[in-house]
């Protein structure tokens, strides 16, 4: 199976949980990246970062050099940011029509996943949800521990 993970990270915490399934199941990795990006450092960020996920903005994205039609596994994953995904997916889910593709996704935050999950299935009907898991800051709380866990999942989505 062909496997793609999709993902958009300002911290490095989606990232490392991205890179550890990549790396467990053999994929490819997208990283979403925008023209214009939040500044990583301050307080300013969260504030930018909030502001822009809950007036739902579509930021312009850097170009990349894979379709994720081309995948049979598309797994998603985003910071929580305002309760909800990063404004990075909300424009990769505007720039692509994915339709009967397996699908599987997981979120980082520093205290709670909120609906973010269920907002991003609201994303991509038409698709077989086959897994989701979320992580609380997987840099800062257990490395080690968080990288087993997305291993093991990454495992259990691909049977």
Same mark, same amino acid.
């Given at each position: !199976? ?8 300002? =911290? ?11 790396? =467990? ?18 307080? !300013? ?8 996920? !809950? ?5 312009? #994205? ?10 049979? #596994? ?7 940011? $305002?309760?909800?995904?990063?404004? $990075? #997916? ?19 935050? &520093? ?5 973010? #999950? ?12 086959? &897994? =989701?898991?979320?992580? !609380? ?14 291993? =093991? ?7």
């Amino acid at each position: !199976m062909k496997s793609l993970i999709v993902f958009y990270s300002l =911290e490095g915490n989606t990232r490392f949980i991205a890179q550890t399934i990549a790396e =467990e199941i053999k994929g490819d990795i997208l990283e979403l990246k925008p023209v214009n990006d939040i500044k990583q450092k301050g307080f !300013m960020r969260y504030l930018w970062g909030g502001k822009q996920a !809950m007036s739902k903005k579509i930021p312009e #994205l850097k170009p990349f050099d894979k379709n994720p039609n081309d995948y049979d #596994l598309i797994v998603i994953g985003t910071p929580v940011w $305002a309760f909800t995904f990063a404004p $990075a #997916l909300r424009a990769f889910y505007s720039k692509n029509k994915i339709q009967n593709k397996k699908i599987a996704l997981f979120c980082c935050h &520093g205290g709670g996943k909120a609906g973010t #999950l269920n907002k991003m299935k609201e994303q991509l009907t038409g698709n077989n949800i086959v &897994g =989701e898991i979320d992580f !609380m800051d997987p840099l800062i709380h257990n490395k080690e521990d968080n990288a087993r866990k997305a291993k =093991e999942w990454a495992r259990k989505i691909v049977k």
